[in-house]
Each structure stands twice: as structure tokens, then as C-alpha cells.
């Protein structure tokens, strides 16, 4: 005889971890650029020059990588966009010259390497 089917028991995040409070864990801190919720549900922010100041981190550099059409060009764009709020300069390598409106934000003309010279 087939047992009988239950449905699944969906619940939020901020209710599983109070049954299971040892698997949330602490993130680098709230200081610095907000990038969005990390798998626990908590706010992640990343900010390497806090973090490199705080002695944590000896090399502030960041590597984003993963599958095409996953928004990693967005995300660069809007983390970007966010440190020049905390007054960060940003240089950006950009051979598909996706980030001029990110350069007319930040009121900073963008070099463009041609043949011939730059403009």
C-alpha cells in the first residue's frame, strides 16, 4: 500500500535559523558596500579597504567569475556605483565600453584606447 504524500514544510530563513542558530555565521561585519543576502539570509557586505585596514585582508583585490547572463557586468556596475558613494576612485578596464554611463555617474570622463591613440 502507498504511503499518503505530505506536503512540504516551507519556512523563512529568519525562522529556521532559530531552530538551528549554530549555522548562521557572523559575515564580514555591516561596515562597507552592500551586495545583498548571503545564503542565511543575512545582509553581506564586502569592502575591501575596511577589511584591509582592519588587518583582515592583505590584499584588497576581487575576482568575480561565473556563467554568462548571470549578471556579473550588473553587479560590477552597481558595486562600483556604490563605492564612489563612500568616495572611492574606480579604474575599469571595459573593451565593450559598458561602463560610460557608470563613468557619467561618477562625473569622470572615460579614457578610450583607439587605433591611432586614445580620445
Known sequence: MPRPRHPAHRVTTAH???LYPWVA????GPRG???GRDRFGGAFCYDPWELYERGELTGPNMLVIGQLGRGKSSFGKTY???QTVFGRKLAVLD???EWEPVARIAKCA???LTPGGTI
Open 95 to 97: 573593451p565593450k565600453a
Open 110 to 112: 572615460p579614457v578610450r
Open 25 to 28: 555565521e557572523g559575515g564580514l
Open 16 to 18: 529556521l535559523q532559530a
Open 33 to 35: 558596500v552592500y551586495i
Open 80 to 82: 562600483g556605483h556604490r
